[in-house]
């Protein structure tokens, strides 16, 4: 009988150590994971953050060549000069409805 426990003790102990070993590894891999999307998410902010320039300088560039004349750009460039006066009309009427 008491070598009977001892046996299912050292298989048990073997068990509780090979599930130690398991999490350790998990663990490990967790951490690796974690400092990997980590990483991922600077790099799409970063991207993200670069893009948006990109797009901005496309805008500006755009509007570069639609004020040089080019006609494939006179339409943006209506456009745009229509957002400002736009814009600048909101400007006004808020300022009046402000009594200013």
Sequence with gaps: MLSEL???FSVLEKKILGLYKK?????????????ELQKLKEDHAEEKRRNQILVEENKELKLYSAISGNAEHN????????RLVKEIDMCVSELQNSGL
Excluded: G, P, V
């Design 6 to 8: 001892e046996n299912n």
């Design 75 to 82: 339409r943006l460039m209506k456009n745009h000069i229509n």
């Design 23 to 35: 999490y350790k590894n998990l663990s490990e891999k967790h951490a690796e994971l974690s400092d």
